[in-house]
């Protein structure tokens, strides 16, 4: 998969670069490639941002450098057209389901907003789908872009064990169950008996049936 990210900070993404993400770069699994807003918008100020029209605080992402951008980044690869995101408040969630069905397609290109936004026009010309990552306010759309990679990244085929994102929290529609490790008493605290009994059918059972009662704590409404 190929990844483009259209961004005003591409220094922020540092997180894509440890850890999973970027185990999978170096096996050839993503290719990630940074896109600076500030490169497409016009000499001699390099203007990205404007006052909106009707009034009110802040400014908003021209139109203009965004559409260049977007058509650049796009015919980089013009046989493997991108999905293109745009990261916001008013998005769809972002749920395990839809990073499934992201990391099936060839390349993703998000788009990162600042300020108050983009212009409108911009998502209704060039933005194929708007994704929350949750409802709150960020003060950008950047993290909400590393969390969507993420997500998708360690889903492709190779990234991770195919059991344990098989056996994950929300593939399997419930919570994980507890894990532990040595030592097997800490603080006075034993380490479940049947974990050690080496009868796997019996783990098993035991994880099941955790799992579940965690859910039912903690988050009943996934199993409504
Ligand atoms: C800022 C603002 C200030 C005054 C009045 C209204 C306002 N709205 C916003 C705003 O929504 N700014 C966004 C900041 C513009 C797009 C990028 N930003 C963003 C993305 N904040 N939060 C996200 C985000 C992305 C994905 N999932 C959750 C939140």
Redesign the pocket.
């Known amino acids: 998969m190929r990844i483009d990210i259209l961004t005003l900070f591409p220094e922020m993404f540092a997180p894509l670069y440890s850890s999973i993400p970027a185990r999978a770069q170096t096996a050839g699994k993503v290719q990630i490639e940074l896109h600076n807003l500030r490169d497409y918008a016009a000499a001699p100020h390099h203007q990205v941002d404007d006052t909106p029209f009707g009034g009110?605080?802040?400014m908003v992402l021209k139109p203009e450098p965004l559409a260049a951008a977007l058509q650049s980044i796009q015919d980089e690869e013009k046989d493997k057209p991108a999905r293109v995101i745009y990261?916001?408040?008013q998005?769809i969630p972002l749920t395990q389901r839809l990073a499934e069905e992201l990391s099936q397609l060839p390349r993703l290109l998000l788009v990162?907003?600042?300020?108050?936004?983009?212009d409108e026009r911009i998502i209704d010309k060039y933005i194929d789908m708007e994704?929350?990552?949750?409802d709150?306010?960020?003060?950008?759309?950047e993290?909400?872009a590393m969390v969507l990679s993420d997500a998708v990244i360690r889903l492709l085929d190779g990234v991770i064990a195919s059991d344990s994102a098989a056996q994950e929290s929300f593939s399997t529609g419930i919570l994980d169950h507890p894990h532990y490790t040595k030592p097997a008493i800490f603080e006075g605290m034993a380490v479940p008996e049947v974990l050690l009994s080496g009868n796997h059918k019996h783990i098993e059972a035991w994880r099941q049936e955790q799992a579940l009662a965690a859910t039912k704590r903690k988050r009943p409404d996934l199993l409504q």
């Open positions: 009110g605080p802040g990261l916001s408040p998005g990162c907003g600042h300020y108050e936004g983009i994704v929350s990552i949750g709150y306010v960020l003060s950008n759309g993290l909400g």
